[in-house]
């Protein structure tokens, strides 16, 4: 009983712990590296696990008896929240007990920056880490991709946030209304094809001379758009084929996952008559090429590495993965403005990608295009068609309600950052990037800069936006809503 | 026949005609100062008012026979924007003939700046300038408002544009289905208002020993909500005398006319009820008390000067007057960012003020509350009210595309102008500034700086967007659209 409204404590807390001892199984799977690299503190990861696991048994333990199965919105919406919040709070033991990062502020600001796919970092000197140390550092961001395609495409369309039920209807699974086995059977075949093109990606990133541990890193960094690498100058020190094998699983964690099933089953047809797909990859491809030609003609880069540069961070901020071959704030001019403007964009929906979302902004061109018929022709019903079918005004509505509250969450972020001292372009782009769960913004949180200089508070304030936005933001603000506490 | 579409250009052509010979008469007007000061050149003031008055003449002439006086929504939008446009083209002339600009892009961005009330100049040296010429330029601020009192008030609202026909409903007047007697009716009693204002700011302004000149300038570049000053430091070199009470009528210009019709009639209390002019009220004290305060504390400023200095911003960039006392670019670190966020705030609907409106963002705030709301509650019927009515939920959906419209065309404006070379935040200021109708921004067109240095492009994009967003952009947008021009 909270403030009148009942809430299920002990399930959500079942949940939590269940959690946690996953979470601490995968930080034992960083051991055979801290073996095989042993340098100090290589018993870190083994220690954190074992704290990890242990509380979480223990809350399963404790709530063990009498609990009511049943499990509503409010329970969900806990969940979703505390669930990024407590497995990023131990997630920070790895960095804490192996001195890899001995601040607590800033260890949780690298872990949340992992869990919600950011990879935001605060290391100067990524390179010195303990190698067991990366390898957590890099699962972080593959958890929180499984996390997040979970949440994006059997849990928000059922909590109805952000328009997002939008593409539900057409998800292969059983009848719409059988809820909870349509959820797991869901869950198992994305992950499925999660872990397979996580494998494909390590297996060619091995053929080209990688080691397995940079190969499984950077493959994890990928699949969840995340953008944490094991090496200072993240891809840039790579072959052209790396970056290419890089450029290509982007794309693909930047895909919806239900496409890729569709895809796997030969459907390709079906995949390719879906209007956002089309629209992210006509996007990627057009502005990719403005790009080269701008950078052989302004910088007399030769072609392949012209195409090769603009492909892939155009790519990677698009899919919000935020790797980076080429320090995009020296390309000339208005290069890095276009790229800036590409920040707002994201991913499709149902994919690891965070931001704004391309479904979204279709949608809300397709809406501002109509709306000026609408006003030659009030009396007409004119809808906005997506797929070839009418899309109901109340989900246009809701989507207009997140991206207004975006632009408000972004400005005040831009506000916040200022009001710490920082430069005009770091304040827009440590908002933008972490909102966006990108990595790296502009000014001096850019491609070449990191967070390790963001006054303490403000590491706070930017891993609140890497939730915020993570969690499609209404998942979040909701449980600072009154209202919601209250019967 | 224009593709099909009937469209009655006799009628629109008589009403430009008529525009045409009253914007000559308004010429004239500036005539006695031309005489009084007189340097060279005295007669291009009567030069440009005969040919404006004789083009008009000419235009109504060819058109008297045979025209039809049905005018429908199509002929609406048509008039309104190229009124804007063809008076802007006719109020080059005294600036071309008298050769104070003698650059046909400089002048139709300075006329056009005048007209839409943005206030933006590309002077370097205002004072050179013959008087007669610069009291032209400021009654173009003059005339913009009353076309802008007329638009929001009895026009945009008729056709429907952003939530508009909101605050209709509360306005006083015959019965709303006698539309034309109603919308003469209201112009005239606003006219009223506005015309009263402005002299009773005149003579405050020669209480404070101003010349009538200056004070019938500043008054016109005040209740427009312009801010075209006739020196280079604009209101900076006055007394506080004078810059309290532009204070006053800047806040006045800022509200909506229907208010101040009813506190002329004595419903003080009816006033104080409506919604958005709390919330104007509000901000302007609350962010000025910020200012005020970080004034004090962070540069030493006496109390009175920097009560002084922030309302006088403030109130400034809030109503987008964009009058000037204090460089606000030099304040300490967060003070501009917060007048830089308020750019995109604007006056109150029905205001001569620009950008979003206080309204719109009353309105978006409230329905991101409830849209919390609604997903703790999907099944309820949880609607935005505003003084204490219920908003149709389809106001709230044009008042989003609205925003969502004005923001796209920002990310756009500020793309476009980094095209042609300007730094980021020149980019920004000169896009946000111009679209708000505001006129100084942030970067090199800051308080200090102008638009001189605009590449030639810029200044007629710069245009575009003033008229766009004096226009509250659906009217210009859609005749942009196919639609239109479709039966």
Not at 1 to 19: C, T
Not at 60 to 87: A, M, P
Not at 102 to 122: L, Q, R, V, Y
Not at 163 to 180: I, N, V
């Amino acid at each position: 009983m909270l403030n009148g409204v009942k809430i299920n404590i002990k399930l959500i807390l079942r949940f939590i712990g269940f959690l946690l001892i996953v979470e601490g199984f995968f930080m034992f799977l960083g051991i055979p590296f801290s073996l095989y690299y042993c340098g100090n503190n290589c018993n870190s990861l083994l220690i954190s696990g074992l704290i990890t696991s242990f509380s979480g048994l223990i809350l399963l333990l404790l709530t063990r008896k009498n609990y009511n199965k049943n499990i509503g919105k409010r329970e969900g919406y806990i969940i979703v929240t505390f669930s990024w919040i407590i497995i990023s709070l131990f997630g920070t033991l790895p960095f804490l007990i192996s001195g890899a990062i001995p601040d607590f502020t800033n260890a949780f600001f690298e872990t949340i920056s992992g869990f919600t796919t950011t990879g935001a970092s605060i290391l100067n000197d990524i390179e010195s880490l303990p190698k067991g140390i990366l390898f957590w550092r890099s699962i972080t961001h593959w958890i929180g991709g499984m996390g997040i395609i979970v949440l994006s495409i059997a849990i928000l369309p059922v909590l109805g946030i952000g328009g997002m039920q939008l593409y539900t209807a057409e998800m292969p699974g059983p009848a719409p209304d059988k809820l909870h086995p349509r959820i797991t059977q869901t869950a198992k075949r994305l992950w499925g094809i999660y872990i397979i093109l996580t494998f494909v990606e390590t297996g060619l990133l091995l053929l080209g001379n990688m080691s397995l541990f940079d190969a499984l890193c950077h493959a994890f960094g990928t699949m969840a758009t995340g953008g944490f690498s094991t090496q200072n100058s993240s891809i840039a020190g790579y072959s052209p084929y790396i970056q290419y094998v890089i450029i290509v699983f982007m794309i693909f964690a930047g895909t919806n996952f239900t496409l890729h099933y569709l895809a796997l089953h030969g459907k390709l047809k079906k995949v390719w008559q879906n209007e956002e797909f089309r629209y992210y990859v006509y996007l990627i491809f057009l502005v990719s090429i403005i790009i080269t030609i701008s950078l052989i003609i302004l910088s007399n880069e030769s072609f392949e590495r012209a195409i090769r540069e603009s492909l892939f961070q155009v790519i990677s901020i698009v899919t919000t993965t935020g790797y980076v071959t080429a320090n995009y704030l020296g390309w000339p001019g208005l290069l890095w403005m276009i790229i800036f403007l590409l920040m707002f964009v994201g991913g499709c929906a149902g994919s690891t990608g965070g931001g704004i979302k391309i479904l979204r902004q279709l949608l809300l061109f397709k809406n501002s295009g109509m709306e000026l018929k609408r006003l030659i022709h009030p009396k007409a019903i004119i809808p906005v068609k997506y797929n070839r079918k009418t899309v109901p005004q109340d989900i246009i509505f809701k989507i207009m309600a997140f991206f207004l509250i975006y632009i408000i969450i972004f400005a005040f972020g831009t506000f916040v950052m200022s009001l710490l001292g920082l430069d005009f372009e770091t304040a827009i782009g440590s908002t933008v990037a972490t909102l966006g769960n990108i990595g790296p913004g502009i000014g001096n949180v850019g491609p070449e800069g990191n967070y390790a200089n963001i006054p303490e508070f403000g590491k706070w304030f930017l891993s609140f936006l890497m939730l915020l936005g993570r969690l499609e933001l209404f998942t979040v603000l909701i449980l600072l809503s009154p209202a919601f506490w209250r019967k």
